[in-house]
Each structure stands twice: as C-alpha cells, then as structure tokens.
C-alpha cells in the first residue's frame, strides 16, 4: 500500500473515530464559552435578497482546519479573503489555523455586526468590508480566496470570472 494512502486512512480514522468526536465537542464548547453567536439566518433575517445570495449558515471549525491541513496549506498562507464572510465562522478557523491578515466581505449589515462581535470577543482583527461580491476590485493581495455557499449561480459564474482574470493577469 502506498503512503499517500496509509496518511490518507489514518488521518480519516482520525477524523469519524474518537479523536474527531473529541475535536468537535471541544470547539462546540469553545463557542458557548465564549458566547459566539454562529446560528443560521434566514434571508429575512439577513435582509439580502434570493437573487443577490443564499441565507446564513457557518463553516469553520473542525471540518475546515481538516480539510486546510489535508490540502497542506498550513505555513504557506499568510492572507486570506472570505467572500460572504457571514457571522465570521471561517474567518475564527483561519486565525486559529495562524493566518495573520483575515479579509471579508458581506452584503448583510445584521451580519456584519453580529460577526463584529463575535471578533472582538476573541479578540481577533479582520478588515469585513460591507459590499457585494461582484464589486469586489482585486483579488491581487490574497494568498487564499475562500467562499462558501455564499451566491447563486450567476453571479459565482462572474465571480471565477474575475478571479481567473485577475490571476492570468499577475
Ligand atoms: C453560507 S454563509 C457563509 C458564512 C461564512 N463564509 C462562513 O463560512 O462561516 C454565506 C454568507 O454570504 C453572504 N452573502 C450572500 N450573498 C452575498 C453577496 N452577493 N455578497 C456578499 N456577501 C453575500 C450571506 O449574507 C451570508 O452571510
């Protein structure tokens, strides 16, 4: 059996045996201690429109350190932009995972302020610029663009649009 695929067993073991449980349990309780709001919102809730992006729902934690490690990814980044930066679920994994410069953007005014909260109980400093995606002007300064499951298809289309041309123009 190759190594690639002994690592690759191993660290699934990892991940659905007890060890992976563990981890899950401790950020759950990481978030209630210290009050972090990461709850879904509705579209009525985040007071964006169907046609302009999806509701609110937050990634982060265990499951995107895991995949981040598995993509070998840790050291290699030093920014990172989260378009639909939401209530800031993502952006707490990347500054634990030791990304310095954290970037989002967010169309919903609610949601920025509650993901203002729950930054400043942790203490961590990201720029969150209210805007939306399709206005954003450069994709140059970020070594990691992350989104997920922020827009409808028409507008991600435009979006790798951008990014792609930014990039073939670096
Ligand atoms: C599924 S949540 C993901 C939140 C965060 N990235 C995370 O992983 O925890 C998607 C977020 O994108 C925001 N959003 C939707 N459409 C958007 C748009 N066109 N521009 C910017 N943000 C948008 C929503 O308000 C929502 O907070």
Not at 99 to 113: C, D, F, N, Y
Request: hydrophobic share 45%; aromatic share 6%; proline share 2%.
């Amino acid at each position: 059996m190759k190594a690639g695929r002994i690592v690759g067993i191993i660290q699934a073991a990892v991940r659905i045996g007890p060890l992976g449980v563990l981890r899950r349990i401790t950020y759950r309780a990481f978030c209630r201690v210290h009050k972090l709001d990461l709850a879904d919102a509705t579209h009525a809730q985040t007071g964006i429109t169907e046609y302009d992006g999806v509701a609110h729902s937050a990634s982060g934690g265990v499951d995107l350190a895991e995949a981040y490690i598995a993509l070998g990814l840790q050291g290699k980044i030093s920014s990172v932009l989260d378009i639909g930066s939401g209530k800031g679920g993502a952006l707490i994994a990347f500054h634990r995972l030791g990304i310095p410069r954290l970037h989002g953007v967010e169309l919903s005014k609610t949601i920025i302020s509650t993901c203002e909260s729950n930054l400043r109980k942790l203490g961590i400093v990201a720029d969150v610029k209210q805007m939306h995606a399709v206005q954003i002007a450069s994709f140059a300064p970020f070594d990691l663009i992350y989104t997920f499951n922020t827009m409808p298809r028409h507008h991600l289309r435009n979006l790798l649009h951008s990014i792609r041309k930014g990039r073939s123009g670096l």
